[in-house]
């Protein structure tokens, strides 16, 4: 089974700083992608970026960039310019391909400060 | 485009009863999922489906939950009895079928249901 870490539990960052959030996955899958998506305390998740293994370029989304390097089995999320309505739980999620299915890491809490 | 919906969006029950979840997804999507979420962790995966057939249910405590999707389209979860330890938010979410040679298609959630059992 895929397995997918998030080792920082929670991160304080200073507004308009930016900062990365760590993601590590471990696939024996060719084809794959890693998704990350944002959750406030409303509850819902939100969709930020998407990366597949095939991709040539690192994606990016106004904000949002995914550094990812395959080699390294890692997928971090860059946000720029931190907002204070950035603060919220961030979670990585490998898709698997043959099957449809997503599987989440333990997550990231930002915090903001002003 | 209308997002998930689910109902009800909190629920507080004892333990040993019985409660059900509801799900309508985004109009064409064909695979449903539900995932559980405890306090602090990150969304497990429950039961995906892929119309109205059952893609993977690994993760299903079958003795006590089950899940349907008639038609292919809403879908409810029901969990009898409920235990402590299912105390939790239960997300739906939905996405359409990958178009071939594509990467992904993103899962969009619903707001979940929140369960407490007392």
């Known amino acids: 089974a895929q397995k997918i870490t998030q080792t920082q539990p929670g991160m304080f960052v200073q507004e308009k700083e930016a900062v990365t959030l760590d993601c590590t996955y471990d696939?024996?899958?060719?084809?794959?992608?890693l998704f990350w998506y944002k959750q406030p305390s409303s509850g819902e998740m939100i969709f930020l970026i998407y990366q597949g293994s095939y991709d040539q370029q690192n994606a990016t989304e106004g904000r949002y960039s995914l550094n990812f390097q395959k080699a390294r089995k890692s997928a971090n999320l860059v946000i720029s310019a931190s907002q204070l309505g950035d603060s919220a739980m961030y979670f990585c999620a490998f898709f698997r391909a043959a099957g449809n299915k997503l599987t989440f890491g333990g997550g990231t809490r930002v915090l903001v400060k002003p | 485009e209308a997002g998930v919906a689910q109902s009800p969006r909190y629920k507080i029950i004892e333990k040993r009863q019985s409660v059900a979840f509801w799900c309508n997804p985004i109009?064409?999507?064909?695979?449903l999922y539900w995932y559980q979420q405890i306090l602090g962790q990150g969304p497990k995966l429950l039961i995906q489906f892929q119309n109205n057939g059952v893609v993977d249910d690994s993760q299903l405590p079958k003795d006590r939950f089950s899940a349907e999707r008639l038609k292919g389209v809403d879908s409810t979860l029901k969990i009898q009895p409920a235990k402590l330890e299912d105390s939790a938010v239960y997300l739906c979410a939905s996405s359409s079928l990958p178009r071939v040679g594509s990467g992904a298609n993103v899962l969009t959630f619903g707001a979940g249901s929140r369960l407490t059992v007392l």
């Open positions: 696939t024996s899958d060719p084809s794959y992608g």
């Open positions: 109009s064409g999507h064909a695979t």
